[in-house]
Nanobody, 123 residues
């Protein structure tokens, strides 16, 4: 499975962005999908995940109430709607695919990764 992330950009604090992650295969089935992020000189951290076929969803505490993850299986695409963005949300955002929901917050358990899309939030 090849993943292509898009939608990053520069936004002011308080603004919104929607990230997309499109899979190369029409069959999106059975993959648990997630977004991670990595800020400069920091490790990759979990942001949100959505299970197959339409949930459940789980979020990192620092994005609860601000971000929403969703998936469109017909389009083999997962989305991350980001609202009320803060400067500390600045990072490269990566989408990933895993078949292990119980380890969904562990980046080492992901079989596939997108190339990353940069989100910059200015104050």
């Amino acid at each position: 499975v090849q993943l292509q992330a898009s939608g990053g950009g520069v936004v002011q604090a308080g603004g919104s962005l929607r990230l997309s992650c499109a899979a190369s295969e029409r069959s999106f089935s059975n993959w648990e999908m997630a977004w991670f992020r990595q800020a400069p000189e920091k490790g990759r951290e979990f942001v949100a995940a959505v299970g197959w076929p339409s949930g459940p969803t789980v979020y990192a505490d620092f994005v609860k109430g601000r971000f929403a993850i969703s998936r469109d299986n017909a389009k083999s695409t997962v989305y991350l709607q980001m609202n009320s963005l803060k400067p500390e949300d600045t990072a490269v955002y990566y989408c990933g695919a895993t078949d292990k929901w119980r380890f969904v917050k562990w980046p080492s358990k992901y079989a596939y990764w997108g190339q990353g899309t940069l989100v910059t939030v200015s104050s």
